[in-house]
Structures are given as C-alpha cells and as structure tokens.
T-cell receptor, first 113, second 114 residues
C-alpha cells in the first residue's frame, strides 16, 4: 500500500523556468515531510523539509508547499538549473510510526540548458 | 559525502546464496535504517535499529534479517536469494533525539542476483 505517491515519473523543464514536483499522501497522521534529491550512483540527499504546522518552507531556490486538506505537497525550484537534474523523492513520517519514513517512487527531473 | 559508509558497493551472486551488507552510520548517530530500491520502485523501508535494538519493521521478508552491533554499525543479511532481490540497498542514519529527524543516506550497495 503506497502511502506516498508521486504520480509523475518524469519532468522536463527549460533552464531558468520553474520546476514543480508534486506528491500526494493518504495517511492523515503524517506530520513531517521531506524532499530528497538523488543523483545516479549516489544515495539520496536531504533537500528541504516541512512540518505540518506550516504550509510553506523556503530555502533559496527551493520552496515546499503543504496543503493538508488536500494531502498534497509540492516542491518548487526557481529558477531551475541543469545541476538540478536528478530524481526527487518526497517522504513523510508520523510521530506514531516511530520516525519511520514512507517514500514516494520519485520524479526524474531533467533541466534542459 | 553524508558520512554514512556502505560496503560493498557492488555484489553479484547466484540464486539461493546468502550475502551480508554492511553499514557504518555517521559519527554520533544511534539510529540505522535499511531501505530497498528495486527497479522503478521508490525506496521501501525494511527495518530500523536504535542503539542496538530493533525499533521498527517495514516490508522486510523473512529471508532477510539485520542487526546493529555495540559499535553501532549494522549488517543486513539476505538469504535464499531470488532474482527479485536484485536491487539497490541503502542504509541511512539519524541522531533521533526526539521526534522526526533527517536521515542521512549512504551511497548504497547494488545487489545483482543471477
């Protein structure tokens, strides 16, 4: 049972434009969300997180938006750069799951120069 | 470099065999997590250890087992291997003082079962 879903397996964006990656979840108990970035042959690296008490968190070119009523979060990258080309995973956890993270299947972003 | 190390990087073996994957967490991290990433799949949580004790179990098969040693390194044992066990196996670690914490991932071990 996939509790965290990324329905777009891939996304292509022109350099300088906005990239929007989406993630949906089903478990209303999730209260902490993260985005990870993964390059080929490397492990995922933490990018940005958001707690359920917020609806937006910004870090430089990266902003995560959380819509709790829709059980939806998105990652915005502005402006997109070729170095952003990677697979992006969203993940969620809840206090009552003992810090266990549930990951989506990932979205492969290609930023075209 | 996340500070989490995994060995070996690549492992090729045959069906029915048993292998051991090793993970050393970041200095100071007490919690270790194991994940499996099969082709076209997201990371599937397998198991978590905290300071030597099993803390949470995910989609881990009975043929798989893990442990965390007093020096906090962890090993994932996979036995009676099947073709479908071919995957990337990631280890992650976190401090886990209180509440959710960010996990730091190692580079993974790619297992190929022939």
């Amino acid at each position: 049972d996939q509790q965290v879903k990324q329905n777009s397996p891939s996304l292509s964006v022109q350099e300088g434009r906005i990239s929007i990656l989406n993630c949906d979840y089903t478990n209303s108990m999730f209260d902490y969300f993260l985005w990870y970035k993964k390059y080929p042959a490397e492990g995922p690296t933490f990018l940005i997180s958001i707690s359920s008490i917020k609806d937006k968190n910004e870090d430089g070119r990266f902003t995560v938006f959380l819509n709790k009523s829709a059980k939806h979060l998105s990652l915005h990258i502005v402006p997109s750069q070729p170095g952003d080309s990677a697979v992006y995973f969203c993940a969620a956890s809840a206090k009552n799951t003992g810090n266990q993270f549930y990951f989506g299947t990932g979205t492969s972003l290609t930023v075209i120069p | 470099d996340s500070g989490v190390t995994q060995t070996p990087k690549h492992l090729i073996t045959a069906t029915g065999q048993r292998v051991t994957l090793r993970c050393s967490p970041r200095s100071g991290d007490l919690s270790v997590y194991w994940y499996q990433q099969s082709l076209d799949q997201g990371l599937q949580f397998l198991i978590q250890y905290y300071n030597g004790e099993e803390r949470a179990k995910g989609n881990i098969l009975e043929r798989f087992s893990a442990q965390q040693f007093p020096d906090l390194h962890s090993e994932l044992n996979l036995s009676s291997l099947e073709l479908g066990d071919s995957a990337l196996y990631f280890c992650a670690s976190s401090v886990e003082l209180a509440g959710p914490d960010t996990q730091y991932f190692g580079p993974g071990t790619r297992l190929t079962v022939l």
